[in-house]
């Protein structure tokens, strides 16, 4: 089953409308959720439509119409206080804002508190990508993950996203979580009844699990797995670092305030992010620069793969590949998103997305 | 760190400080830029990280300025210098006097104008990334530093190196606790690493390394003379492996391309070899006023970390321990108590100070 990017982008914003978002508001959410179904990335699209945006606005749980407060300005920087609003338009604006900024500037910074969850990190890092910066983003989110030879869970998946613009190559656009795995993986293993592997998970007492069933009851393991070994405390450090820069820095929510989960009840306006522009000119001669990182990008794809592998791919290259792929074809969408959306869709008394002939 | 236990035989810090910059006085460096360099590497050793501490002295500092591929008395050039925003070129002159120099630019920087960055290209090694980070602490600033440096490392599913163990480290200042310190190398675990496991005869632990056609190996012998080290996350996606080689990418990319130094195959060099002016860096400073009150941040950031430090542990493990906690106690301790070198290291040292006629570092022995 696919469906046209736009198509998609256009239920997205009639959802959201229809429960009293703004409609640029929702044009900004709807281009973020496909935007993510467009990269491959369907845990952090329009599968996430009702239960995380849809839902929260109809309970009251999130502000439809949320009034932002510039909390703190300099030439370089900006706080902003989200009102509890939706996460993708508060991210938006303040990126926005730091690349308005970091034109004048060289350099700027945006912080953004009392927000909730916003889509996929790459989005915004990358709206630094035509104005010839280099994009920075993160943000905290719900505690999923323990840290290193921990047991309660202090910090969430916490991405980092960066996008550098390149010439003639498509830009280096890296979007990770600072655990091994998302959550989402865990659904998937237990869906198809897979064991887990090592250095993804551990139970309620941080023992090591390949059970996919702990994800009711244990907690995900940072980026390097656990303990030490494998550089678990790396992953732990960056997912830290992620948690001060949002939290902590903007002065929102940090520590075991966010020690929530994901549930219906959690409390809402928990979010921070955290974004960064610099201008490329600043630093550099932006032909030159362009011309070097697409042999940079080429070094690394002309380098030899291991057998059984075809090609060494750099950050962001396949996500590339699949929004050219997606825009062409259309978006995959399976079979229980479809369902949720329509039914959705009915709900709410609006036009159920419409599927690509044939 | 390396996971064995301290060596026995210690120097005092200010005799080590005094050494190193004697040492590079006998080669020719100015005794400014001799005294960055000792604070550097007394720094790394004080911390316990041996591998990038006076260990290194000898191979990768006085004897590539004795060959002449490192300039002793290098010329700095600015290649820009505006309000938010410093890049370098270091004149093929040692890492650590480079690296504070421009450091201390984005400070000087950031202070005016609440962030700036600062790269280094014709750079050479320039020892703990935590250094550099850590010179914005005093400031009551955020610090940044990361280098790429030889290249050891495979890109997933790759088989030639293309990127080096490429650092990252940032410093955050707290009141009331320890300032967060976090310093990473964007590979499984440093080449050190391998060499202490060949040394005691130990294999590898899955996720460290590969062999010559990028398949995995436990054999430390193997990956270090044919193989090459797996990016943080290991051998291809399952474990995230694609994070820590877009990660090393990324650290490439900021300190080779964008300091206009030196990047891609031309970093494929010997990394014990005789070579100079290939690495970059790059800096940042950040004045947490820019976004919130200082104080209020400083004063929450201690009760983050203590969050994290009094959250229960896991089943045999004893304690949470935050990013530069371990180092900051390593530090504490040394100081005290001396500062350990290896025995390998010392003989290394002494030879090394018989060459350039200078008086052994003074050693002691503890219990």
């Not at chain 1, 508060?90 to 350099?107: L, T």
């Not at chain 1, 996929?120 to 709206?127: K, S």
């Not at chain 1, 060494?312 to 079979?335: C, W």
Request: aromatic share 8%; charged share 25%; proline share 5%.
């Amino acid at each position: 089953m696919r469906v046209h990017d736009y198509a998609l982008a256009a239920f997205v914003e009639r959802a959201l409308t229809t429960v009293g978002v703004d409609a640029a508001q929702a044009h900004i959410v709807g281009d973020v959720l496909v935007a993510a179904d467009r990269r491959g990335i369907e845990s952090h699209g329009v599968a996430r439509l009702r239960w995380f945006y849809v839902d929260r606005i109809r309970t009251g749980r999130i502000v439809a119409n949320p009034h932002y407060d510039v909390v703190r300005e300099t030439p370089a920087s900006l706080l902003l206080d989200a009102g509890n609003g939706l996460g993708h338009p508060a991210s938006h604006h303040a990126m926005q804002r730091a690349i308005e900024k970091a034109r004048e500037n060289g350099v700027a910074f945006a912080a953004v508190r009392n927000s909730n969850h916003y889509g996929i990190a790459g989005y915004y890092a990358m709206m630094a990508l035509p104005h010839d910066m280099i994009g920075i983003c993160t943000t905290d989110s719900a505690h999923f993950a323990v840290p290193t030879f921990g047991r309660d869970k202090m910090q969430g998946t916490n991405p980092f996203a960066f996008a550098i613009p390149a010439g003639e190559e498509p830009a280096f656009v890296l979007d990770f979580a600072t655990t091994t795995v998302t959550y989402g993986k865990l659904e998937v293993y237990e869906r198809k009844g897979l064991r887990l592997k090592p250095g993804w998970a551990v139970d309620a007492d941080g023992t090591p699990t390949d059970d996919p069933a702990v994800r009711h009851s244990g907690s995900l393991l940072p980026l390097g797995g656990f303990g030490t070994d494998n550089g678990g405390h790396k992953g732990y450090g960056m997912g830290a670092l992620a948690e001060i820069l949002t939290g902590v820095l903007a002065g929102g929510w940090f520590g075991t305030m966010l020690s929530t989960g994901e549930s219906d009840t959690s409390p809402s306006g928990i979010t921070s992010h955290f974004f960064g522009a610099i201008r490329i000119d600043a630093l550099r001669d932006l032909a030159e620069f362009k011309r070097d990182i697409d042999h940079e990008l080429r070094a690394f794809k002309a380098s030899a793969p291991v057998p059984g592998h075809d090609r060494i791919y750099v950050a962001g290259e396949i996500e590339h590949e699949n929004e050219i792929a997606f825009r062409r074809d259309g978006i995959p969408l399976i079979g229980p998103v479809i369902d949720d959306l329509d039914a959705l869709a009915d709900e709410l008394g609006i036009g159920r997305v419409r599927r690509i002939a044939g | 760190m390396i996971g064995e236990a301290p060596s026995k035989i210690r120097a005092h810090e200010a005799a080590e400080h005094d050494f190193i910059e004697r040492a590079l006085r006998a080669v020719g460096l100015t005794e400014s830029d001799a005294n960055d360099v000792a604070n550097v590497l007394v720094a790394a050793d004080l911390r316990g990280v041996e591998s990038h501490g006076i260990a290194r002295l000898d191979t990768f500092y006085v004897r590539r300025i004795e060959a002449g591929v490192v300039n002793a008395r290098p010329s700095y050039t600015a290649l820009c210098d505006g309000p938010t925003q410093f890049a370098l070129d270091a004149g093929n002159g040692l890492g650590h006097p480079a690296g504070i120099y421009a450091m201390r630019k984005a400070i000087e920087k950031a202070r005016e104008s609440g962030l700036a960055f600062a790269t280094v290209r014709n750079s050479n090694h320039y020892g703990i990334a935590a250094y550099y980070a850590m010179m914005a602490l005093e400031h009551g600033l955020i610090g940044l530093s990361m280098t790429n440096s030889t290249h050891l490392a495979v890109p997933t599913f790759g088989r030639q190196k293309t990127q080096g163990t490429n650092p990252i480290a940032v410093a955050i200042p707290a009141n009331g606790h320890a300032p967060y310190v976090l310093d990473m190398a964007t590979t499984g675990v440093t080449f050190g690493r391998l060499e202490v496991s060949e040394r005691k005869g130990k294999a590898l632990k899955p996720g460290w390394a590969v062999d010559a056609e990028g398949r995995e190996t436990l054999d430390p012998t193997t990956a270090m003379t044919k193989g090459a080290l797996l990016p943080l996350g290991g051998y291809g996606t399952d474990n995230g492996g694609h994070k820590g080689y877009g990660l090393g990418a990324l650290v490439e990319i900021l300190c080779g391309v964008l300091s206009g130094g030196m990047f891609g195959t031309a970093l494929r060099l010997d990394e014990r070899g005789l070579h100079g002016g290939s690495v970059g860096h790059f800096f940042g400073a950040f004045r947490i006023e820019a976004l919130r009150d200082a104080d209020a941040f400083q004063r929450d950031l201690a009760r983050e970390l203590a969050d994290f430090e009094r959250s229960a542990p896991a089943p045999g493990a004893e304690r949470v321990l935050t990013a530069g906690e371990p180092e900051r106690e390593n530090t504490e301790r040394y100081r005290r108590e001396g500062v350990p070198i290896d025995p390998k290291v010392w003989d290394g040292i002494d030879a090394m100070a018989e060459r350039l006629g200078i008086a052994k570092l003074e050693r002691f022995t503890v219990g």
